[in-house]
């Protein structure tokens, strides 16, 4: 048995039992299909975010910086496309068709993933010969040996920084140390076949992410009527579903693709999207009616021979997965599209604040828009957690929850990690054993754990303040949030001082870390949902939820750019020194948070002149909700 599954159902059972009673006493019905239709989506993508760097630098054999870069390209991709999805579903298709075209291309993707191929071969010339490497285990337990005169070696890298072949005998015919400069690493079998597959797999998951994801939030937030002071709490608790999906897909797919196989995974994150499918299908009657078409005729009209608008639009989306799949594997050409994207985006809202908006609105757009620059800040950080941060648990934190076996009820029971069990010289089969140790792709479970468990209380301490008009208002807010994802990457610095022989600090630093991530988030990424519906005009909601979504994309390609800062030297996806790993990633981390800090307490400072453009659009809203797809021409 494993803990981190025990703690998870505990975890669940604990925070989810209020959530369900106030969704079913004192939220609109559609909220929980929303909230269940969201939660197998997240599943999908965070079971397959949770082990996709390992996939790249472990199975493909990418080193980490270039991992790291089409990390970051598909994490941008994924958000920048929902300017294109928030945009058709405003004009033409409405809220609900968009996230069920988006669903049907997740689930494609996703079972499509699951084709992984042959893993490619880690080799190392020398003197003109060449030699491969033998690779086992997956994550933290990635293992790689050389092969010479056919028996495998251990290698790591000397206190010099040189490449070391351990115990390798005298008169073999390469030296136990090479110098930088006398070889060379490479890799083949890297099947051109299997790597296109999963070039298409993600940019179906991209363009399916493009039509869902924007247009299921607008949906929220057409659920309730004008001041409704419930959204805030709404969203929050729909947030709270967004976690559950995804801390159940850490656990669940990171267990199954670090122990099963990349397949497992990927395939079980796959069937998640599938559920989601269906429930929001089934449960079309309860959004009544929100989230249909602006002008239902301009869909059906045939406008390419017998193909109608609506074809067209499925048609065109289905071309422009190729064209993804080519930008998430050349990941300049991301560069490019993502300022084409930005500067599109930002003039469109430019145009319409001076040509459609009279004061108020154009103050309170521009609020949006600032924003949104915290957004973009903060997800930087945060989005460290499944590439720079997934890698350092993987090399530098002891996922063991204890550090040597705990037996009760005179052995009946024992909690131990797999090695602790052996080196003690337990038997399996003499007692219960409950398996203490994480995988470095179940800490991606941390910060949503730590959300299940703070999103009720957050959700009513905003509700609280409100009623008695002390709510921060979302500036604090933002700042506040961005104090603390910078503090989270600041307390690793601590736990740099409790490091043992293999350079891994304790899991208590990584646990506290994902604390403060989380509690920031708190602050921000619901709040943020939230206010962009209160500060948008209506003709435009869909499409600055989409720009509130383009925030994540630039913080995503930015946050490649920093992981690929920490990255050291690998060998078929094993760190060759640890030490070097581990100094690396602190120096970053310490700027990154830094400089998060810093823009922190400027929001703070700048809060009381800004509260002032949302001219009350918290007391109450500037146009109804149930007009937000309708009122589109």
């Known amino acids: 048995m494993n803990i981190v599954i025990v703690m998870g159902v505990l975890v669940t059972i604990l925070t989810g039992v209020p959530v369900l009673i106030q969704l079913l006493r004192d939220h609109p019905r559609g909220l929980l299909v929303l909230f269940f239709a969201e939660m197998w989506e997240r599943f999908s993508y965070y079971g397959m975010r949770s082990i996709l760097i390992f996939y790249l630098t472990q199975h493909f054999l990418f080193d980490p910086k270039t991992a790291s870069a089409h990390y970051g390209s598909y994490t941008s991709l994924v958000y920048l496309l929902p300017l294109i999805g928030g945009f058709l579903a405003d004009r033409y298709l409405g809220a609900r068709k968009a996230v069920i075209f988006g669903a049907v291309l997740l689930i494609a993707g996703h079972l499509t993933m699951a084709i992984e191929g042959a893993p490619a071969t880690q080799t190392l010339t020398y003197g003109g010969h060449t030699y491969d490497f033998v690779s086992e285990g997956r994550g933290e337990g990635r293992v790689s040996k050389l092969i010479v005169e056919a028996k495998p070696y251990a290698v790591a890298a000397s206190k ?23 070889y ?9 076949l299997y790597l296109n597959v999963f070039w298409f797999a993600l940019a179906l998951i991209i363009v399916g992410v493009g039509f869902l994801k924007p247009n299921i939030s607008t949906i929220v937030g057409q659920l309730y009527p004008a001041g409704d002071r419930r959204r805030d709490p709404g969203f929050t608790l729909y947030y709270y579903g967004i976690n559950l999906g995804s801390f159940w897909a850490s656990i669940l797919c990171g267990f199954l693709g670090v122990t099963v196989g990349w397949w497992a995974g990927f395939g079980l994150a796959g069937l998640g999207m599938v559920a989601g499918f269906v429930v929001f299908v089934l449960g079309k009657p309860l959004l009544r009616g929100k989230g ?95 590439s720079s941060l997934n890698l350092f648990a993987a090399t530098n934190v002891d996922l063991d929850l204890v550090a040597r076996p705990v037996r009760w009820l005179n052995g009946a029971i024992t909690l131990a990690a797999p090695e602790q069990l052996a080196a003690a010289g337990i038997d399996r089969a003499s007692t219960f054993w409950i398996n203490t140790s994480f995988n470095a792709a179940q800490t991606q479970a941390l910060g949503s754990g730590w959300l299940l468990i703070f999103a009720p209380v957050f959700a009513f301490l905003w509700t609280w303040l409100g009623q008695r008009g002390k709510d921060p208002n979302p500036v604090v807010k933002f700042g506040l949030a961005l104090l603390q994802v910078g503090a989270g990457f600041l307390l690793l610095q601590m736990g740099a001082h409790l490091v043992d022989g293999a350079f891994r600090m304790p899991l208590i630093f990584l646990l506290l870390m994902y604390l403060l991530h989380t509690t920031g988030e708190l602050c921000l990424s ?52 640890p030490a070097a790993a581990l100094a690396r990633s602190l120096v970053v981390f310490n700027w990154i948070g830094g400089i998060a800090m810093a823009i922190g307490l400027a929001f703070l400072a700048l809060a009381p002149v800004l509260k002032r453009w949302s001219h009350g659009s918290d007391e109450t809203d500037h146009h109804a909700p149930v007009d937000t797809a309708t009122n589109v021409g």
């Open 292 to 386: 249909e078409p602006p002008v239902p005729r301009q869909l059906d009209k045939p406008l390419l021979g017998p193909l109608n608008r609506e074809g067209l639009i499925y048609g065109l989306s289905l071309v422009g997965v190729a064209a993804v799949g080519l930008l998430v594997r050349y990941t300049v050409m991301v560069n490019w599209t993502l300022i084409a994207g930005m500067l599109a985006s930002l003039g469109y809202i430019l145009w319409f604040m001076i040509a459609k908006c009279d004061k108020v609105e154009r103050e309170r757009l521009g609020l949006a828009v600032f924003l949104i620059f915290g957004a973009v800040v903060f997800w930087t950080l945060f989005d460290q957690a499944g």
């Open 526 to 577: 619901p709040v943020g949902l939230s206010q962009m519906t209160k500060l948008s005009p209506a003709a435009m909601v869909s499409f600055v939820m989409a720009v509130w979504f383009m925030a994540v994309s630039i913080a995503g390609k930015v946050g490649g750019f920093i992981a690929g800062l920490t990255a050291t030297e690998t060998v078929g996806g094993q760190v060759l020194d």
């Open 160 to 182: 010099s920084g040189d490449f070391a072949v351990q115990g390798l005998p005298a008169g073999a015919p390469i030296p136990a140390v090479l110098a930088k400069g006398q």
């Open 184 to 192: 060379q690493l490479g890799v083949t079998g890297r099947d051109p």
